[in-house]
């Protein structure tokens, strides 16, 4: 499974390259609007940190909006992912877009039906969201399920990127059904190593070797 760093905060996914995690970035304009920077200079900068995907999504809603955006976006760095919503226009431009070889992460996916018509447009990712089906008391894991036999079924080469991730649960759910990527907030990716039997572990290990004496 590869793993993106959700957000905008360069130095957070600086962190996390750090640790040997950043296969990639995704943003989001709600990401975008909290990082307090501007769209195009922020995705420049982050381009330069990983040549990993760097998914940038448009906000126009139409499709000629769309493209004209897709246009400025791809332009930025080669690894950018333009990324539109599941729409028909969205739709209708990550056709396009694919077709011209543009590598397109469609989003605010949240039905099996949804994920099976961004295959069928040549969606590179799909990123359906666990977290706010969650929210509405719907299971996000389930989609993710779906999604992955349905891909299975026709052979669809979309990577399923599991996105709205809030916890480690998310990931080892992801991870056990066979989700290609996983996009999360950094405190999530950070959070993977932890257990407290570790550190208890850690502590004894070092307490008993103290009485050794001895130093390697
Ligand atoms: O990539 C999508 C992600 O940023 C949405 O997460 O927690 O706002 O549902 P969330």
Known sequence: MKFFADTGDVAEIREIQAMGLLDGVTTNPSLIAKSGRQFKEVIAEICTITDGPVSAEVAALDFDGMMKEANVLRKI????????????????????????????????????NQALLAAKAGAYFISPFIGRLDDIHLDGIDLIGE?????????????????????????????????????????????????????????QFLADWKKTGQTI
Do not use: W
Not at 97 to 109: A, D, K, Q
């Open 77 to 112: 760095a080669k690894n950018v992912a333009v990324k539109v919503p599941l729409t028909v226009d969205g739709l209708k431009a990550c056709k396009a877009l694919s077709s011209e070889g543009t590598m397109v992460n469609v989003t605010l996916c949240f039905s099996p």
């Open 147 to 203: 999604i992955r036999q349905i891909y299975d079924n026709y052979d669809f080469k979309t990577n399923i990127l599991a996105a709205s991730i809030r916890s480690a649960n998310h990931i080892k759910d992801c991870a056990l059904i066979g989700a290609d990527y996983a996009t999360a907030p950094p405190a999530v990716l950070k959070s993977l190593v932890k257990h407290p039997l570790t550190d208890k572990g850690i502590e």
